[in-house]
């Protein structure tokens, strides 16, 4: 699959960019579902000299795609492979805490997942600039609700029901680089019950 293709939006917007190896001392790769693709693409353009100093983090897409196989049989000093974002969270904190200058991170795959890796790496004290990313695969969304602050995975349809407190919420395309999220506000505050049909947005 080929790099995602989006729309031009407002300012808080990502933009996404294409992996490209980077001069450093080591690197970090954080990719989920198609996201292995961007990574084979970019080590395929770089060369396998790379593999020697880096270490792989992969999940499986929020659409089921496991591409865990081709990233582990590139070879890289080490690879590790986690069901979620969640179950790899730990590691990736300590391998960000135990980075030193001159380690290039790269993030390939969803939005929620690099909307995470860049969340996690800033927590660090690292620019989020310093990241590499590139969108693959799924366009769903990862939404917090402004109203209970709770945060829904994987969004599909826009409006949708808050998993948290069951507001029914338009999906904004303003994004929180703080929360790692995008925006989610009550359609009907005005007019209850008055809420448009649900679309699907995002797949």
Do not use: W
Request: hydrophobic share 40%; glycine share 8%; net charge neutral.
């Amino acid at each position: 699959m080929t790099k995602t293709e989006f729309e031009p939006s407002i300012k808080s917007r990502p933009v996404y960019g294409v992996l490209e190896a980077a001069p450093g001392l080591a690197h970090l790769i954080v990719a989920d579902g198609e996201g292995a693709d961007a990574v084979t693409e970019m080590i395929a353009r770089a060369g396998t000299a790379m593999l020697a100093s880096t270490h792989i983090i992969y999940m499986p897409g929020p659409n089921g795609c496991d591409k865990s196989a081709a990233l582990q049989a590139l070879g890289a000093a080490q690879f590790r492979s986690s069901p979620s974002f969640a179950a790899a969270s730990s590691r990736l904190a300590k391998v960000v805490a135990d980075a030193h200058m001159g380690t290039q991170i790269y993030v390939a795959g969803t939005e929620g997942l690099i909307a995470q890796v860049c969340q996690a790496v800033a927590a660090q004290g690292l620019p989020y600039e310093s990241v590499h990313t590139e969108h693959r695969g799924s366009t769903v969304r990862r939404v917090q609700c402004v109203h209970c602050k709770g945060i829904t995975e994987n969004v599909t349809h826009d409006p949708f029901k808050c998993s948290h407190c069951g507001l029914s919420l338009f999906v904004r395309d303003h994004f929180s680089r703080r929360i790692a999220a995008f925006q989610g506000v009550n359609i009907d505050a005005e007019d209850p019950g008055l809420v448009p049909d649900s679309v699907e947005r995002f797949k």
